[in-house]
């Protein structure tokens, strides 16, 4: 018998999450049923939206369940098949879980090809992560040449691509992350044209105005709060504010107050929210565009792999304070040789 | 020689606007240079936006200038014309003074017909307030039938038209108002679906959740603040704000802070601000739907007409506070009869 090791949601965080809101299970390894495959997982995602499905409340995802294995997306190896869909030897992604080994329906995963570099990549820069800069950008911010557009949260998953799409179209780019070590990087490897650490920002207000002589025709909005109240003092008319996420709110009990949305009005600034969920239709091209960037060196991709399951809960954690220094990849087992 | 009185722009507010801001001048009544024209001011708007224009900052219209008089959309008759294109008799609108008399280049007013009700309706329903509505939903919030669409300042110039086009077109319609009177105004007279006083509900949340059972599709955004706040916790999918004004907090040293604005990602919201002026090829579009819609009764429109161009500090003062029901004129003299 296989041991599995698991990682339950054992309770509801209202502020910050800590290790109490987990549990480590060791259980057998399961076996699949008739249409099931399981699946020995290698890479597991850790992402900022998993905070919203902790919360007790309507989300754009289900939220987790107490006393249940946490859910992410993941990348493994089918070990065993009970579906002619699959084989044992087939590379999958899905939405699997915080384990050493899932069970999914065959239909619920899709076959992947191992020779794109790491196997991690299908949960970054070819996969969710990277999705979600390329379509917001695409379907919202809209940058045209010339145009300033700013990144915050620029060295994490989403960030990263984005800022790099930006700069692949001719705009200005400026990215803020919470180190200066990671605003070396967001410069001198990535390519942004200006950077700031925003925790040793004395103004948000004037870290921007350097960053940002000419204003912001596009915020690609990772952050919320004090970052997105100063951005609108800054915005040009006809500004677009790509809202995907606002981790700087997500552990707060009562979230920071935005006082500048009136700046809105007279600039005529466009602010939408977004879930890539909702434009699957785009994922071929989305697919067939980034891998000819990533094959032609065009887009860099930085990720932050913390090993083995067991270490998953303080990952997350400490994900959600900025702590990881690229994309947040736990890595549960060794890939294929 | 006929005197002109005028109100001038004394000092800046910093919170709210009292009457220390104004200064009351009697000076001779101009004559018209080459070009321009002498107009008998009839009836002059008053706009929450002019609030923003005594600000000593960058807005979307230049600022007020301090010892000057203040302008404002009026109409009124030419009675000396330097300029061929304009005789004495005609009647025009245009931004012209606080004041009984303005001269004003020949082409920068615009010349109108007499005959529709009152010359009083091209500073309102068949003006800017209105088309600003017209140009909201129509670029913006985008109503489609059955839909919730819900109206802030639902009384005032622009919020009246907004719900009852939102009603024309099929749409659960809901508005707030700042007095059970018109509250009551806005059902029985405009025909909403649902209203409420704002001042006197216990919680917002509960009143949208009674006025909007099934949540807001659309939000045409007058007020701001914690009105928006409430909005943001009652939205629909793929929701529309119409980031029209956001009086509430226009007389605030320091706005509110909007706490729920991470609600428009998982909800696709998108949130969007505009300028009427921005659109004024649309204007002939505008004037003959709501002319046509004018004449055959299907839009109504309350005016809070006060007398006199020495009480219009108060009235703007008043507006400011919502005191007024209905449009804000100043009537300044008598119309042709």
Same mark, same amino acid.
Not at 262 to 290: C, W, Y
């Given at each position: 018998?296989?041991?599995?090791?698991?990682?339950?949601?054992?309770?509801?965080?209202?502020?910050?999450?800590?290790?109490?809101?987990? *549990?480590?299970?060791? %259980?057998?390894? &399961?076996?699949? !049923?008739? #249409?099931? =495959?399981?699946?020995?997982?290698?890479? +597991?995602?850790?992402?900022?939206?998993?905070?919203?499905?902790?919360?007790?409340?309507?989300?754009?995802?289900?939220?987790?369940?107490?006393?249940?294995?946490?859910?992410?997306?993941?990348?493994?190896?089918?070990?065993?098949?009970?579906?002619?869909?699959?084989?044992?030897?087939?590379?999958?992604?899905?939405?699997?879980?915080?384990?050493?080994?899932?069970?999914?329906?065959?239909?619920?995963?899709?076959?992947?090809?191992?020779?794109?570099?790491?196997?991690?990549?299908?949960?970054?820069?070819?996969?969710?992560?990277?999705?979600?800069?390329?379509?917001?950008?695409?379907?919202?911010?809209?940058?045209?040449?010339? *145009?300033?557009?700013? %990144?915050?949260? &620029?060295?994490? !998953?989403? #960030?990263? =691509?984005?800022?790099?799409?930006?700069? +692949?179209?001719?705009?200005?780019?400026?990215?803020?992350?919470?180190?200066?070590?990671?605003?070396?990087?967001?410069?001198?490897?990535?390519?942004?044209?200006?950077?700031?650490?925003?925790?040793?920002?004395?103004?948000?207000?004037?870290?921007?105005?350097?960053?940002?002589?000419?204003?912001?025709?596009?915020?690609?909005?990772?952050?919320?709060?004090?970052?997105?109240?100063?951005?609108?003092?800054?915005?040009?008319?006809?500004?677009?504010?790509?809202?995907?996420?606002?981790?700087?709110?997500?552990?707060?009990?009562?979230?920071?107050?935005?006082?500048?949305?009136?700046?809105?009005?007279?600039?005529?600034?466009?602010?939408?929210?977004?879930?890539?969920?909702?434009?699957?239709?785009?994922?071929?091209?989305?697919?067939?565009?980034?891998?000819?960037?990533?094959?032609?060196?065009?887009?860099?991709?930085?990720?932050?792999?913390?090993?083995?399951?067991?270490?998953?809960?303080?990952?997350?954690?400490?994900?959600?304070?900025?702590?990881?220094?690229?994309?947040?990849?736990?890595?549960?087992?060794?890939?294929?040789?």
């Amino acid at each position: 018998m296989t041991e599995n090791t698991q990682i339950l949601f054992k309770s509801r965080p209202t502020g910050w999450v800590d290790a109490s809101h987990f *549990e480590i299970a060791r %259980v057998p390894m &399961a076996e699949p !049923a008739a #249409g099931e =495959v399981l699946v020995r997982n290698i890479f +597991m995602s850790l992402d900022p939206y998993m905070r919203g499905r902790m919360r007790d409340q309507k989300s754009y995802t289900p939220g987790f369940e107490l006393g249940q294995v946490l859910q992410a997306g993941a990348v493994g190896e089918v070990i065993a098949s009970n579906d002619p869909s699959l084989a044992a030897g087939d590379l999958v992604e899905g939405r699997l879980g915080w384990e050493n080994f899932s069970v999914a329906r065959a239909d619920a995963v899709n076959k992947v090809d191992g020779n794109v570099g790491s196997l991690s990549h299908y949960l970054g820069v070819l996969g969710m992560p990277s999705m979600t800069a390329w379509v917001g950008l695409r379907n919202i911010g809209q940058p045209k040449e010339g *145009e300033t557009v700013y %990144v915050s949260a &620029a060295s994490g !998953a989403v #960030g990263q =691509v984005a800022g790099q799409i930006a700069k +692949m179209q001719g705009c200005h780019v400026a990215g803020s992350a919470g180190s200066f070590e990671k605003a070396a990087y967001i410069m001198d490897e990535l390519g942004f044209d200006a950077a700031f650490n925003y925790k040793e920002a004395k103004s948000l207000g004037d870290a921007l105005g350097q960053a940002c002589p000419k204003g912001i025709d596009v915020y690609f909005e990772n952050v919320g709060g004090a970052m997105l109240d100063a951005v609108l003092l800054k915005v040009n008319p006809y500004a677009r504010i790509v809202a995907c996420g606002m981790i700087s709110q997500y552990n707060l009990a009562q979230p920071e107050g935005v006082k500048n949305l009136a700046t809105m009005v007279g600039n005529k600034v466009r602010m939408q929210g977004f879930i890539v969920s909702d434009h699957m239709d785009l994922k071929p091209e989305f697919m067939a565009e980034m891998s000819g960037w990533l094959a032609a060196g065009k887009i860099k991709y930085r990720e932050d792999i913390t090993q083995g399951i067991e270490n998953a809960p303080a990952a997350f954690i400490g994900m959600l304070k900025g702590e990881n220094f690229g994309k947040q990849i736990i890595q549960i087992s060794d890939p294929p040789a």
